[in-house]
């Protein structure tokens, strides 16, 4: 059993930055993969990125966050983290992190068994 939080949105102007950060609870949290999706109103959830399982790390990124957004994780605080730079208006949208226990890293939500509320963030043009 995991449990997330999310913390770090906000409003920003565009171009400016902010990072999310997730806390889980739990003793495993280094054999899990921990994902960012977001979802804006009217529109689906989508994948954001994710980072594989602490054995290979691998990290994973959509399109249209690949060179802006940077995905980390800090196992001795139990932390994910998203440094989100040159932000877009279009990037405004709830934040959800989510915990892969099968470790890889999916692009999928379905992959992912645990998740945590979720936090706002607004860019303002």
């Known amino acids: 059993q995991v449990q997330l939080e999310e913390s770090g949105g906000g409003l920003v102007q565009a171009g400016g930055s902010l990072r999310l950060s997730c806390a889980a609870s739990?003793?495993?949290?280094?054999?899990?993969?921990l994902g960012w999706f977001r979802q804006a109103p009217g529109k689906e959830r989508e994948f954001v990125s994710a980072i594989a399982r602490s054995s290979s790390s691998n990290t994973y990124y959509a399109d249209s966050v690949k060179g802006r957004f940077t995905i980390s994780r800090d196992n001795a605080k139990n932390t994910v983290y998203l440094q989100m730079n040159s932000l877009k208006p279009e990037d405004t949208a709830v934040y959800y992190c989510?915990?892969?226990?099968?470790?890889?890293?999916?692009?999928?939500?379905?992959?992912?068994?645990?998740w945590g509320q979720g936090t706002q963030v607004t860019v303002s043009s």
């Open positions: 989510a915990a892969d226990p099968y470790g890889l890293g999916s692009r999928s939500s379905r992959e992912y068994g645990y």
């Open positions: 739990g003793r495993t949290f280094s054999i899990y993969a």
